[in-house]
């Protein structure tokens, strides 16, 4: 194998892959079907989990792709990729692997970002019977994002009200705005939901059916693309939130080195963001030690990703799937989370590669 051929043209092959690299190292799988969507030709539409290592396991690594649908190219091909070259050999004999392939099926197979429920699981981790995060921003530039046309005289003038704003909000403003998520406009980019999604409850699941009890230390690598240069990887400290005052920062750092980033002090392609899915491990005991990044990947420049995002939700709001059009901003999506070359596969694995063997390096001390 290459390292090319970790990565998948497909979510099918993507699983194929998966299940084959995972069977091949001796792990044991379970899949989770969401019974909510199925794929565009009907097929059905899992979670898969491959575990390795011992039940009573003293530290968990546990990795996970597809958290944001069409980015699971990426985290596919890192996972494929770890059982193909048989990273889990680095190991302590008492560290037990979990590798969560496509935990929201819905946007790998549809080439979406957002799960069947139109929600971005990144954000949807939040506490729904308490007051939600109101980002005031994103109304201003809702109506702009999602234009009643995309190739006539609305998209036009919402185009140049966007510029408009970034030219006198800043970009990162604008980024904020769009990116930060929000729990107003079910139809909107970014929207956080108004309640768990499928994805969200298989999660925690997930945890609680293959995370060893008793377990002293928890590392977690999720991984995305859309943010930063073409081809780097930034690892991006997410949480979850309680642990940045309790030392989870400090230790991904120690870790990781200096090159971890933080969205809460500005350090981060990424904007301050809520209801990420790292909260989920607060199910865990306190006494764990939780260390869990992002690693970002970059593809496009953030304006040609986030334009990629606004044609998608267009199309699936009032355009048509099969037409040319349809066709076109399903590939500019594609593009924007996927950069399919060799290059940029082997930049994106070699990343993932020295981060497991540092995550290993991290939980063994
Ligand atoms: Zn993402």
């Not at 969401?34 to 794929?39: C, D, I, Q, S």
């Not at 099926?105 to 506490?127: K, S």
Request: with cysteine; aromatic share 10%; proline share 6%.
């Amino acid at each position: 194998m290459t390292v090319s051929d970790f990565f998948a043209a497909s979510y099918a092959e993507a699983r194929d892959k998966f299940r084959a690299s995972a069977r091949a190292a001796g792990a044991t799988l379970t899949a989770y079907e969401n019974p909510k969507a199925r794929t565009p030709d009907g097929g059905p539409l899992t979670t898969d989990v491959a575990c390795l290592g011992p039940a009573d396991a003293k530290r968990v690594y546990l990795t996970s792709s597809g958290t944001h649908g069409a980015e699971g190219f990426c985290g596919s091909g890192c996972q494929v990729g770890f059982f193909a070259e048989r990273l889990y050999e680095a190991a302590t004999p008492d560290t037990k692997i979990i590798m969560i392939h496509a935990i929201n099926p819905y946007g790998f197979a549809w080439l979406r970002r957002v799960t069947e429920d139109n929600v971005d699981l990144n954000r949807n981790f939040q506490d729904f019977n308490a007051p939600l995060p109101v980002n005031r921003a994103y109304a201003d530039v809702h109506d702009w994002l999602i234009p009643a046309d995309w190739d006539g005289p609305a998209k036009a003038a919402a185009d140049r009200g966007i510029l408009a704003y970034q030219q006198q909000n800043g970009m990162m403003a604008y980024q904020a705005a769009v990116t930060g998520g929000q729990y107003s406009h079910a139809d909107g980019l970014f929207f956080g939901g108004n309640a768990p999604t499928w994805s969200n409850a298989t999660f925690r699941r997930i945890l609680a059916e293959h995370v060893p009890a008793g377990i002293e230390a928890l590392c977690s690598v999720d991984y995305h693309t859309g943010l930063g240069p073409m081809g780097y990887g930034e690892p991006i400290y997410v949480g979850p939130a309680r642990d940045e005052k309790t030392g989870g920062l400090d230790r991904a750092r120690a870790w990781y080195g200096a090159d971890v980033t933080n969205p809460n002090d500005g350090s981060s392609t990424s904007a301050r963001v809520t209801g990420t899915v790292p909260e989920a491990f607060l199910d865990l005991p306190a006494s764990v030690k939780v260390t869990a990044i992002a690693m970002e990947y970059g593809t496009q420049p953030v304006q040609q990703v986030l334009n990629a995002l606004r044609g998608d939700h267009w199309l699936h709001a009032r355009g048509e799937l099969d037409s040319p059009l349809g066709k076109q901003l399903k590939r500019q999506l594609r593009d924007a989370f996927y950069t399919d070359t060799a290059p940029w596969k082997a930049a994106i694995f070699g990343r993932a590669a020295d981060f497991a063997l540092r995550s290993f390096r991290g939980l063994a001390g």
